[in-house]
């Protein structure tokens, strides 16, 4: 049996920063019973997310770990820079530009990039361009006023 080619999602951030949007869509992935991977380009992010995913809400937290911890292939959640799926993730995201690299594991791919930088808009297009010549199905979402509209 085939399976289902990835689904790559484009998020262009507008009204919040990564920092708002990423735990939104991880909740959102936990609830579906997925395990994600987010990569970045580099290990300042890692940091940083490590600590922000345990602090964004008073109430509650994300359970993650970066990929260099022991142990870390048993958390729904990997934090890495890596092209690995120790966790067997279902969902990939991908922070400050992060190159998708192979996706034949993955359910879907979500692209998140700032849509005030130039750069970054730049990367989300060349992405979207190979993403298509690939065949795999791709969707572009924008942020609305709440929540998020789905534009192509």
Known sequence: MMAEACEVWFYHLERT??????????????????????????????EHLDGWLWAYRDESFLPHAPADEPGAA??????????ENPNGADALFLVDGAEPGELGDYTR???????????????????????????LPASYW???GRGWEKQA
Not at 23 to 45: D, M, S
Not at 74 to 83: A, S
């Open 74 to 83: 048993r958390q729904p959640i990997l934090l890495t820079t890596g092209d």
């Open 142 to 144: 924008k942020q609305q």
């Open 109 to 135: 791919c979500v692209v998140l990039f700032d849509g005030g930088d130039e750069e970054a808009l730049a990367t989300a297009r060349r992405q979207w361009k190979s993403v298509k010549a690939k065949g």
């Open 17 to 46: 920063g990564l920092d708002q949007a990423l735990p939104e869509l991880l909740e959102k992935t936990l609830a579906r019973g997925w395990r994600a991977i987010v990569r970045a380009t580099g290990p300042a992010r890692v």
